[in-house]
């Protein structure tokens, strides 16, 4: 354990220096002083010390106190250790066993052909064994390690999470006025998903008044059906239900859980059927939605944003199709076309206008990626403050 602790100083030396460097030429040396001497002195807690106070002199929002960083980061060095401590005795090993093997065969006479025949079988032995006793040394040499350095941290990280987190949501739920009704508790969505949901909510603000005023609408109409008992039920409809549509199913309902708000079902449609777009699946991918799908020319997904809550059912798929409802929902038109092409959708008893520009203008271009995210958070953003009025 000794060995351990001196070899962990040592690495810990090493990184901070190389840290230290690569942040001075970053910063171009105007690193504050007792940031300097952390990472050179204790990198595991510098690294995210230099990080939060680097975040919080450009103004960017910061969703966690400084803890949090210095937890992450010390995570993300320690790694580079356990590698260390994991590598270091599979290495000695396999070096010893070749060593010993090639001396044998140094060692054997030119006559000796029946010791050359058997080199093989010892060799693949050799292998075996290592292997074997490679693998015993590895998880006794890191359980104790990984405990202290990885799941210790790891734990307090998740912690700080949990508790600013809901923290930050319920004071945004308490400043949104709400009509009356039983109260609900809000759904726990994947901790990605509600890290990028936190940093939208801050944005409302930035959503023309005219597009607020056409959200407030729909917001009314589902508190209108919420308080008669009713179900409600909305179809985000575009031309090939493949990318915006999608959207807006997909983040209704994780707007709806985020606020618990009970008794929505969201749908999506086309006047076409095409496929879920794989670049907007991707999309809802890097938030950190559980994606699982089929291979076909119009694959099925299933996307989950929570774990206490059942996965959605996400193909594309024509609005009047049979999974959707015939009568009694709301059809929300999120691409002009579709707008335009279907003056009346049989069975609404609701319709609302929010239309959204097609991503698909950026396909095959250095900004796909970038435009399918920013539409992406546009129509989370909305969908989010639809709910929040509900």
């Not at 100083?9 to 002083?33: E, R, S, W």
């Not at 995210?48 to 010390?74: A, C, D, T, V």
């Not at 065969?105 to 050359?116: A, E, G, L, Q, T």
């Not at 709400?178 to 109260?183: F, G, H, L, T």
Request: hydrophobic share 45%.
């Amino acid at each position: 354990m000794t060995e351990i602790l001196l070899s962990y100083l040592a690495y810990n030396i090493i990184v901070g220096l190389v840290l230290t460097i690569i942040h001075l030429v970053k910063t171009n040396g105007k690193m504050q002083p007792q940031n300097i001497a952390w990472l050179i002195l204790f990198p595991a807690i510098g690294l995210g010390k230099w990080i939060y106070s680097r975040n919080s002199e450009s103004g960017e929002p910061i969703l966690f106190p400084e803890k949090w960083f210095i937890y992450n980061y010390m995570i993300k060095v320690n790694w580079g250790y356990l590698a260390i401590i994991a590598a270091a005795p599979v290495l000695f090993m396999a070096l010893m066993f070749f060593g010993v093997a090639v001396g044998g065969i140094f060692d054997m006479s030119s006559n000796n052909f029946d010791s050359y025949s058997g080199m093989g079988d010892l060799l693949e032995a050799g292998i075996v064994m290592l292997l074997l006793f490679g693998s015993i040394i590895m998880v006794f040499l890191l359980a104790i390690p990984y405990l202290i350095l990885i799941h210790l941290p790891k734990t307090q990280m998740r912690t700080i999470e949990r508790q600013q987190l809901f923290s930050q949501q319920k004071s945004h739920m308490e400043s949104s006025p709400k009509p009356a009704q039983p109260s609900l508790k809000p759904i726990s969505l994947l901790r990605d998903i509600h890290i990028y949901v936190l940093s939208l909510v801050s944005e409302f603000k930035t959503i023309p008044s005219a597009r607020r005023k056409e959200l407030d609408e729909v917001s009314t109409y589902i508190k209108d059906k919420i308080a008669k008992g009713e179900t409600v039920n909305l179809i985000f409809i575009c031309t090939h239900n493949s990318r915006r549509s999608q959207f807006g199913q997909v983040w209704a309902a994780t707007a709806a859980a985020y606020y618990g708000v009970r008794n929505v079902n969201t749908f999506s449609g086309g006047t076409e059927e095409t496929a879920f777009n794989k670049r907007a699946v991707d999309a809802i991918k890097r938030v950190g939605f559980k994606v699982d799908g089929t291979v076909s020319t119009n694959p099925r997904y299933s996307v989950r944003f929570s774990d206490e809550t059942g996965a959605l059912d996400c193909f594309s798929k024509t609005f009047d199709h049979s999974a959707n409802p015939q009568k009694g929902f709301a059809a929300i038109m999120t691409c002009s076309d579709a707008d335009e092409n279907c003056p009346i959708v049989l069975g609404a008893e609701f319709r609302a206008r929010i239309t959204y520009e097609d991503p698909k203008i950026s396909d095959l271009t250095e900004a796909e990626t970038a435009t399918y995210d920013e539409r992406c958070a546009q129509i989370a953003t909305e969908m989010l403050y639809l709910f929040s009025k509900v």
